[in-house]
């Protein structure tokens, strides 16, 4: 096994490499497309419709109800299928599968293949998975499908956070990574409606044939225009590039380093219960609606709160950690104390309010709240592994919150209501008695924040690796640069821009 220093070296001397390169002439300038807004721009909107799809997929007039006395048929997906909640919480859980395999390829593969064509396969496959769900014949054809949008999902997720982090202003981070996890809340909010509308107008199958048409121009755009790249992506030697075994060897080494930083372990910690909560919330959240208030639109409840306080509580979050300076142990602990917050309003409203006139207003300001979570969060996690390996970071953030939170977690919960179910008719009663359970876990999610504030005090912040020097941010130098530098100046990296052309 080849030693960190000497991978510390090696990843030295291919990132000075590559930032040479970099500086070297006209045919690394940016495209004619590129700026850094509309860029972004168009990260959000991939990430947008990647959220719709799953907001769709949880709403009622798509993922229905099961066959009953009164309606022997059913609606939707658990209707046409004839599946149990436990089999339906799972099937919104599959594309983990398709996740788990393809995070940490698109991550590697970004140190060999331009990251903007990496993106557009990705693209391309969730555009597959989401096709096939419209024309599922059966429950297992339908979890091959939902496994593919997870591999898609994967590479947007991975690669288009690093990549805003290179094209933002250093003193506006925030903000930026604001409007792209802004995405995610009106994303699921336009889902619920979306679906809601269409499976109602048409057929829930209908909701994810468009989404697959309005995707494809995404696709062909990033597989066929003149790409851009991440900065500093550190790229092998060409006798790398043949060897398997050392394509393999590589990564575990690299898996080593991101996991080496006590400060992003933790913060992923946190962020992996938070995600679990989150996710059996907006999975369950509207057929709970539906139930504790009997409510015949709870899709349109669900999707245009969760939209509206989706936006404001981000962009909140992304305004706020630039005001207080973007440090690492001030965003934690925004996140921390933001969920403390949060529970105050939530739990006892679900628990307590039996007319939704009380309901709203505290759902409103603790979902506000669960959201400005984001952008510091994500900012954070790109900031607390070396730059070189921040898609990697992201693959592994990416695997850890959905394999322990958003994909056992709506299944798990499912599992409890049958339980609860069994014992009460009362199926209101059922989501009454888990929102202890609920309260906890987002408790434990926001103390593992406030401890990782404490110990990222002493931390190494590795802005400076990514995109420090080349913005002119100023920053402390990880102990990494201080042996690869020997107190010699970087002009090629000072000089280096932002995002290169792909060569």
């Known amino acids: 096994m080849v030693s960190r220093g000497k991978i510390v070296k090696q990843r030295a001397e291919d990132m000075n490499a590559r930032s040479a390169v970099n500086t070297s002439g006209v045919a690394n300038r ?28 949880s709403s009622t007039s798509v993922n229905g109800s099961r066959p009953t006395k009164e309606n022997p048929e059913g609606t939707g997906i658990q209707g046409e299928f004839a599946i149990s909640d ?68 994967a590479a947007v997720l991975v690669l288009c956070p690093p990549f805003i982090d290179d094209s933002a202003p250093p003193d506006r981070k925030g903000i930026w990574l604001g409007i792209f996890f802004t995405t995610i809340p009106v994303g699921i909010g336009s889902g619920y409606m979306f679906g809601g509308l269409i ?54 080494d690299h898996v080593g380093i991101v996991l080496s930083h006590p400060v992003y372990v933790l913060t992923v910690a946190a962020y992996t219960i938070y995600t679990g909560v989150v996710g059996l919330v907006a999975y369950w959240g509207p057929k709970m609606a539906q139930a504790l208030f009997d409510m015949t639109s709870a899709d349109l409840f669900m999707g245009s709160a969760s939209a509206i306080t989706g936006i404001i509580g981000t962009m909140l979050g992304g305004l706020l950690m630039d005001k207080l300076g973007s440090s690492i142990p001030m965003s934690l602990s925004m996140a921390g104390v933001a969920l403390m917050v949060a529970i105050t309003f939530l739990i006892p409203a679900l628990m307590v309010a039996k007319k939704f006139s009380y309901f709203v207003a505290p759902f409103s300001v603790s979902t506000i709240f669960i959201f400005s979570v984001q952008a510091p969060v994500n900012a954070v996690l790109l900031w607390t592994v070396p730059g070189d390996q ?61 401890v990782a504030a404490v110990v990222s005090r002493k931390a ?26 020997n107190g010699t100046d970087t002009d090629a990296d000072a000089e280096a821009p932002l995002l290169g052309r792909a060569k």
């Not at 509309?38 to 799953?54: G, I, K, N, P, Q």
């Open 30 to 57: 940016p495209p004619k497309w590129f700026t850094p807004f509309r860029f972004t721009l168009l990260m959000s909107l991939m990430l947008f419709w990647v959220y719709l799809d799953r907001g769709a997929f």
């Open 86 to 153: 436990f089999e339906d919480g799972l099937l919104s859980s599959v594309f983990m599968i398709g996740m788990l395999i393809a995070s940490p390829v698109f991550s590697e593969a970004i140190h060999r293949v331009n990251a903007m064509r990496v993106l557009g396969i990705g693209l391309g496959i969730w555009t597959l998975g989401v096709l096939g769900s419209g024309l599922s014949w059966n429950y297992w054809s339908l979890v091959v499908c939902r496994s593919l949008v997870g591999c898609g999902e």
């Open 199 to 252: 499976g109602d107008m048409l057929h829930w199958r209908v909701t994810f044939l468009i989404e697959a048409v309005v995707m494809l121009p995404l696709v062909i755009f990033t597989l066929l225009a003149p790409p851009v790249d991440l900065n500093k992506e550190a790229r092998p030697r060409s006798e790398d590039r043949t060897s398997a075994f050392s394509i393999i060897q590589n990564f575990f």
């Open 390 to 450: 921040r898609a990697l970071g992201a693959a592994m953030t990416l695997v850890s919150v959905h394999l322990f939170g958003d994909v056992p977690s709506p299944a798990a919960y499912g599992a409890l209501l049958d339980s609860l179910k069994k014992i009460s008719n009362n199926e209101a009663e059922a989501y009454r008695k888990t929102m202890p359970i609920v309260g906890l876990f987002m408790l434990i999610s926001a103390i593992v924040f406030l």
């Open 460 to 485: 190494v912040d590795h802005r400076n690796d990514a995109v420090g020097r080349a913005s002119g941010e100023s920053g402390r130098p990880s102990d990494e640069e201080d042996v690869n530098n």
